[in-house]
C-alpha cells in the first residue's frame, strides 16, 4: 500500500479552485502552529467531492 502524501491547503497549485481549501484557510495566520494541519492527501485533489465539501 502506497503512503499518501499530506498537501498543505496553502501551498496546494489547486487552492484557487478549492472552496473547501479556501473555507479552511479564513483567518488562519502562516505562522499559526496549526497551519500545516490544513490539508488533504493528494489522491483527494482530484475527487469533485472533496472540493465540494464545505
Known amino acids: ?4 502524501q499530506w498537501i498543505i491547503c496553502g501551498n496546494c ?3 484557487d479552485k478549492c472552496p473547501a ?3 479552511k ?3 488562519v495566520d502562516v505562522n499559526s502552529s496549526i497551519y ?3 490539508g488533504c492527501y493528494d489522491h ?3 475527487s469533485p ?5 464545505f
Open 21 to 23: 481549501g479556501k473555507a
Open 44 to 46: 483527494e485533489q482530484i
Open 25 to 27: 484557510l479564513i483567518n
Open 1 to 4: 500500500m502506497n503512503k499518501k
Open 49 to 53: 467531492k472533496q472540493m465540494k465539501l
Open 36 to 38: 500545516n494541519d490544513i
Open 13 to 15: 497549485i489547486y487552492l
